[in-house]
């Protein structure tokens, strides 16, 4: 597997950014100013066995709302990438990146948010072959808010459904690893740089280059969160679990699966292995008063974050 060129990005005079750097470097040292730099290129680790490399995606949707099941996508960005056995981000491919025109006008806020206009999408559509074509050699795809995306995703292409998914928001431990925020442009600021948000292309790459940085542990992000999206979960689902109890198993975590989602209406968790066995029995001592003979469900990346779960 061959890596590939960097993506192009515009550059300013080479003299401009010697003395501008200069300057940010003296504004920092002085200790009264903290400085971002703009985004640019990705941190690429150079010293790589060609033979070990994976491919991943890491994807983002512009949508028309929230619902995966009823809204559209308008706007769909994949960027490929190449990591090694450390989880370091070795390559960066082109983008893929496409619009869509949804059947309904694009909502005012949306348009707000991302710039997209109904003008932009009219006539573009994206070509599910295309799609799964250009994720065929992936191994895993990565999105921010990834139980947001897979819904969306699917629905463009049952490819996606084959695929290994991680989440970047949720797989690594950002507040144990000293951030305040899961946000993507939170973390990117903490990283000391900041981008354009809200648009598909601009919000993976920026993804990519917070997975590609250190954390205090010496290992990447991107190391981090594929040795969490590698390990399966177990979601116990506490079905008929007394009214009363809502607000102990919502404190402890618990969610709802709500009139709106599939599945059963009722509070659910996702515990690793380990956990498993202690909180079937915490719901047995302390909300249900007897064994209700629970199954839980073993997810892996597969199923994670899909309505399949």
């Keep these: 597997m ?24 003296q504004l920092e040292a002085s200790g009264r100013y903290r400085l971002q730099r703009r985004f640019e290129t990705n941190s690429l680790h150079t010293d790589f066995d060609p033979t070990t490399l994976k491919r991943g995606i890491y994807l983002d949707t512009e949508t028309t709302g929230v619902d995966g099941r009823r809204d559209e996508v308008i706007e769909l960005a994949m960027i490929p990438f190449d990591y090694d056995p450390q989880g370091r981000l070795c390559a ?10 949804p059947k309904t006008p694009i909502p005012a806020e949306i348009t707000r948010i991302t710039g997209i206009t109904d003008a932009m999408v009219a006539g ?12 065929a ?55 000391g740089f900041f981008f354009d948000g809200h648009r598909a292309e601009n919000d993976c790459l920026a993804g990519l280059e917070i997975l590609a940085r250190p954390l205090p542990t010496g290992r990447t992000a991107l190391a981090h969160l594929l040795e969490t999206a590698r390990a399966p979960t177990w979601r116990i689902v506490a079905e008929r679990a007394p009214f009363e109890q809502k607000d ?32 079937l029995l915490y719901l047995a001592q302390e909300i249900y008063g007897y064994d209700p003979g629970l199954t839980p469900k073993r997810i892996t990346a597969f199923e994670r974050f899909s309505d399949r779960a």
């Design 92 to 101: 960066v491919g082109q983008p893929f990146v496409a619009l869509n025109q």
């Design 248 to 279: 102990r198993l919502k404190a402890r975590g618990y969610r709802w699966n709500g009139d709106d989602a599939a599945g059963p209406k009722a509070w659910y968790t996702d515990v690793a292995e380990a956990d498993r066995k202690a909180e």
């Design 124 to 135: 573009h559509a994206i070509d599910p072959a295309q799609v799964a074509a250009f994720i």
């Design 137 to 191: 050699s992936a191994v895993i795809i990565i999105a921010h808010n990834a139980a947001f995306d897979r819904p969306f995703a699917e629905r463009l292409t049952e490819a996606f459904k084959f695929k290994g998914w991680a989440c970047s928001m949720s797989h690594v431990d950002w507040k144990g690893h000293g951030f305040e925020g899961t946000k993507l442009s939170y973390l990117a600021g903490q990283c």
């Design 2 to 25: 061959c890596p590939w060129p960097a993506p192009e990005r515009p550059v300013t005079d080479t003299a401009d950014i010697k003395a501008l750097d200069a300057m940010a470097a």
